[in-house]
């Protein structure tokens, strides 16, 4: 059974840093397309950003050069670095895997993150 259990959300000031955890179990984020998303009310959800089995990677326009998708594999775990935060980037940050094919694609339950002006 695939979990993704994200963390490290919560208020942080403008200019401030965050780093969200997505803790996987039953799929190995190594050999995963993992990735980030966001979501905020009446929005559809967004990629901030993913990272392929491959090591590929792929940002957001809104968060390149300020957001960074880095795997642990020793904890199995997939981060996302958030630096300069604004108030526009408040929103539910969901952790993805998309193993492709008839594998089907995971989420998690999401984790806020509020940028305070």
């Known amino acids: 059974q695939v979990r993704l259990v994200e963390s490290g959300g919560g208020l942080v000031q403008a200019g401030g840093s965050l780093r969200l955890s997505c803790a996987a179990s039953g799929i190995a984020v190594l050999t995963s397309n993992m990735g980030w998303f966001r979501q905020t009310p009446g929005k559809q959800r967004e990629l901030v950003a993913s990272?392929?089995?491959?090591?590929?990677?792929k940002y957001g326009y809104s968060v390149k050069g300020r957001f960074l998708i880095f795997r642990d594999i020793g904890q199995n775990t997939v981060y996302l670095q958030m630096n300069s935060l604004t108030p526009e980037d408040t929103a539910t940050y969901f952790c993805?895997?998309?193993?492709?094919?008839?594998?089907?694609?995971?989420w998690g339950e999401g984790t806020l993150v509020t940028v305070s002006s």
């Open positions: 993805n895997a998309n193993l492709g094919g008839s594998s089907g694609t995971y």
């Open positions: 990272v392929s089995a491959g090591e590929d990677t």
